[in-house]
Structures are given as structure tokens and as C-alpha cells.
């Protein structure tokens, strides 16, 4: 029988390590345009989620959304939303990504008294869907699914 491993590397899947924190969450590295943050995955979080105090430090263009957050002990929070963004975990990447822009204080404030480091944001179900997520929990991995590349078509008249 194959490997977890084996068996998605040859379906094209990227695998990625994941850190478990003190906190029992998995985060995770990743870039979004090109910048490098540290995020929790959360399967739980309908949406990937970055720190309003994020958005110059991933230079996101924003705009006032009409969406409340809610959710890790917060709820009826503000939000903003930002279109056409570029997300890479490793050596997948995806374009066009919406993001949510809350306030994070509160989970990085219970991260910080944990002993835990700051994050950025929350990579969301939205990215873990699109990627075809397969979380192994055991070897603190998370594998990707790479998007097929497609030529253009040939148009002849």
C-alpha cells in the first residue's frame, strides 16, 4: 500500500509543513503578494482572514464591507475586504484571492499570553477548498493541490 505522501505527490500535490503551537493551533507560512506573514489554519473560518493592521504590510487595497465578523470570542466586528490578491503556501499559489480584514487583537492578544507569536491572519476553508486541502494531522503537514496548467486553445477558421 503507498504512503499518504506517495500517493498525493503523484496526484500533484504540494505538501507543506505546518507548526503546532502551545495553543493546539496548526499555523502556517505563507506569502500574500509576495510578502511573507504567519497564519493559523482553521478549518472552521469560512474565509481567509488578515489583521486590519495587516493591510500595508501585504499591500492590500481595501474597502469598507457591510459583512460583520464574528467568531474566537469576538462578534459583530467591522470588516473591510480586498479583491485580486495573490496567495502562495509553499510552492502553491492561487490569484485572485478575496481577503477579510478584521480586527486580530483579540487572537493574537491570546496567542501572546500563551507564549505564542502573533499572526498575520487565517488561512480559511474558501483556500483550503480551492487547494483541495488533505491535513495530516499526524505528520503536522498540510498537502495542496497544484491548479493544472492549461495552454490556450487553438482557434483556427
Given at each position: 500500500m503507498k504512503s499518504l505522501k506517495t500517493l498525493l505527490k503523484?496526484?500533484?500535490?504540494?505538501?507543506?509543513?505546518?507548526?503546532?503551537?502551545?495553543t493546539n493551533h496548526f499555523e502556517?507560512?505563507?506569502?500574500?503578494?509576495?510578502?511573507?506573514?504567519?497564519?493559523?489554519?482553521?478549518?472552521?473560518?469560512?474565509?481567509?482572514?488578515?489583521?486590519?493592521?495587516?493591510?500595508?504590510?501585504?499591500?492590500?487595497?481595501?474597502?469598507?464591507?457591510?459583512?460583520?465578523?464574528?467568531?474566537?470570542?469576538?462578534?459583530n466586528m467591522d470588516t473591510q475586504v480586498s479583491h485580486k490578491n495573490t496567495l502562495s503556501i509553499g510552492s502553491w499559489t492561487y490569484?485572485?484571492?478575496?481577503?477579510?480584514?478584521?480586527?486580530?487583537?483579540?487572537?493574537?492578544e491570546a496567542l501572546v499570553q500563551h507564549h505564542c507569536p502573533p499572526v498575520h491572519g487565517i488561512i480559511g476553508a474558501d483556500i483550503l477548498r480551492k487547494s483541495k486541502a488533505v491535513i495530516d494531522y499526524g505528520k503536522k503537514c498540510v498537502y495542496l493541490k497544484k491548479k493544472r496548467v492549461t495552454g490556450k486553445k487553438n482557434n483556427k477558421a
Amino acid at each position: 500500500m503507498k504512503s499518504l505522501k506517495t500517493l498525493l505527490k503523484e496526484k500533484k500535490f504540494v505538501r507543506v509543513p505546518l507548526e503546532l503551537t502551545f495553543t493546539n493551533h496548526f499555523e502556517i507560512i505563507a506569502e500574500i503578494n509576495g510578502i511573507q506573514g504567519r497564519f493559523i489554519l482553521d478549518t472552521g473560518a469560512s474565509s481567509t482572514c488578515v489583521g486590519t493592521d495587516c493591510a500595508t504590510h501585504f499591500k492590500l487595497n481595501t474597502k469598507d464591507s457591510e459583512i460583520k465578523a464574528s467568531g474566537a470570542g469576538a462578534a459583530n466586528m467591522d470588516t473591510q475586504v480586498s479583491h485580486k490578491n495573490t496567495l502562495s503556501i509553499g510552492s502553491w499559489t492561487y490569484d485572485k484571492v478575496k481577503l477579510v480584514l478584521f480586527d486580530l487583537s483579540h487572537v493574537n492578544e491570546a496567542l501572546v499570553q500563551h507564549h505564542c507569536p502573533p499572526v498575520h491572519g487565517i488561512i480559511g476553508a474558501d483556500i483550503l477548498r480551492k487547494s483541495k486541502a488533505v491535513i495530516d494531522y499526524g505528520k503536522k503537514c498540510v498537502y495542496l493541490k497544484k491548479k493544472r496548467v492549461t495552454g490556450k486553445k487553438n482557434n483556427k477558421a
